[in-house]
């Protein structure tokens, strides 16, 4: 029998990101036991009758004694506390990390409660559904996504490191390294402006008088319906994530809307010349990102395949 | 044998309307003949290859012919020149659509070129996808989506409003009758704004110097992606739509850019509740979405299904 990656993993927070890590530790056998905190009784039953761990507490501090690997899945506004709880039941040698959406302000929540006896590696998993809570979870949600890991301490190469990323990898996923700042700046392009940019449309939406609720759903599939996908995402997670990442968010916002009117001015000019433009600059990114697996290659993404209504062209 | 619904379709314009009307009307027997006429020869070719039709016309005018139904699908910009073109070779009692994305321009460009002995009914089926071009159709495209009619003369109730309605049903669409403004003002909302905000953000994505187009490929799977495939649809359609329905679209823009500011507020202060309850309600449209049959109610629109690799919580 081989060795588990880990003798005891503690996972702290049990939604989307904790269950989908608890159930590739156990498909992967990365732990020798799995224990699974949260703070609230009822997800923690959940988790139970899922059976997603070994062991269940309701408190964090409980759950991390002894503990080789800590991973907090909270969301970031929750960071100091768990940190300031967990901190005095940490074992000397552990590794802590994260999962969260934005890496300065968790650094800045977590490294100062942490002793210096763990080794601290903030982290973050590029991965996610719009389903929130412990029965949303998923074992090869991982796979082919890239996970970020932010040392705070220099542990380039160091045994911890190493650990954490054969950690990652062994879920399924890559690792690249980054400054936490710069995760930010990356994080609020690719994810928290377009989570916001999809609130906001589904937001006017909801607020029109000339356009009923009943029209916007009827007729959603002409475009409209792509968003509700992320605006229906956990709304405690993106409260957080705006509140801490707003500086990153507010300098990517403030780009897309001049880039905006610039778009409207296009559109009332009538100058078709740049608005083809635009619109054919920007399909090579999609291509580029169907080459790197980041999205599946099928029309609407496969929505009439999994309707199993597909009959593609070529059939 | 049961008579099919029309003698004779011609189809023009073989692109993924086009070619899916092909299809789902030679699956569902609704015509003694489909002509298909194209302004390429290529896609004609390509039309030919695929054996989307009886007959293959390059020639519009010819291809009309003696049909009892005409069903115009190009770029609403070339509509006008499109009816100019087949106007003179229509048969007396042919019924002419078209299945433009904007409505008040189509039918400005194509009542006053048509002849009165047509019954011209405008109609825009709400379904489509990122992709274009023959190869890009399948029959069940219009499968429990809506089509909107907008007859343009006293049609109500009339022999060929009836026809046309009985036309899309056996497509599988639901018919909803419009007026042509009304129409123009909620697509700009559910397809037009969504669109035109997709291919911002992406342009945006695409010109920041701060972050790579390789960052934004390997983590788009945070959010980014989403709009990835509106922003790789049909160049020409989309410019075509901007010309077409500026004031609406100005309009809804307008909407949208005010929310934004608002929101960028919120971020900006730090006002937690604000934000809690914007991303709160915006989560009751996609559950409507979702009863109404009009998305799929699996995460992430299935792509997990789609790659083979699912595993549900439940299993």
């Known amino acids: ?36 905190s949260t703070r609230r009784e009822e997800t923690l039953e959940e988790a139970r009758s899922l059976e997603l761990g070994d062991r269940y507490e309701l408190d964090a501090a409980e759950a991390v ?49 942490l002793p210096d006896h763990v080794h601290f590696i903030a982290g973050h998993p590029i991965a996610g559904t719009e389903k929130s809570g412990p029965s949303a979870g998923f074992a090869s949600l991982f796979e082919d996504r890239w996970c970020i890991l932010i040392p705070t301490k220099d542990e380039t190469g160091s045994p911890a490191m190493e650990a954490l990323t054969a950690f990652w990898e062994a879920c399924g996923s890559r690792v690249e390294v980054m400054e936490a700042g710069h995760h930010d700046q990356v994080l609020a392009l690719v994810s928290h402006v377009p989570h916001l940019i999809a609130y906001n449309i589904v937001g006017t939406a ?67 010349e740049a608005l083809f433009d635009l619109f054919t600059r920007t399909r090579a990114i999609r291509s580029g990102i169907i080459e790197a697996g980041q999205d599946v290659d099928v029309a609407d993404f496969g929505r009439s395949v999994v309707r199993g209504k597909s ?5």
């Open 1 to 36: 029998m081989t060795q588990p990656m880990f003798d005891r993993i503690a996972l702290i927070g049990i939604g989307l990101i904790g269950s989908s890590l608890a159930r590739v530790i156990v498909r992967e056998k990365l732990a020798g036991e799995v224990v699974i």
């Open 206 to 272: 909801d607020e029109l008088e000339s356009v009923t609720e009943r029209e916007v759903i009827k007729y959603s599939a002409s475009g409209f319906r792509d968003f509700t996908r992320l605006a229906s995402s956990d709304p405690t997670m993106w409260r957080d994530v705006c509140l801490h990442n707003r500086d990153a968010i507010l300098e990517m916002l403030s780009r897309f809307s001049e880039d905006l009117t610039a778009l409207r001015k296009a559109v009332r000019r009538g100058d078709g």
């Open 65 to 113: 004694k002894d503990a080789d690997l800590v991973i907090v899945s909270v969301p970031v506004g929750a960071s100091g506390a768990v940190a300031r709880q967990i901190a005095p039941a940490l074992k000397k040698g552990a590794i802590v990390t994260d999962v969260g959406s934005t890496k300065r302000s968790v650094i800045a929540q977590m490294a100062p409660e």
């Open 311 to 315: 009959e593609n062209a070529k059939s």
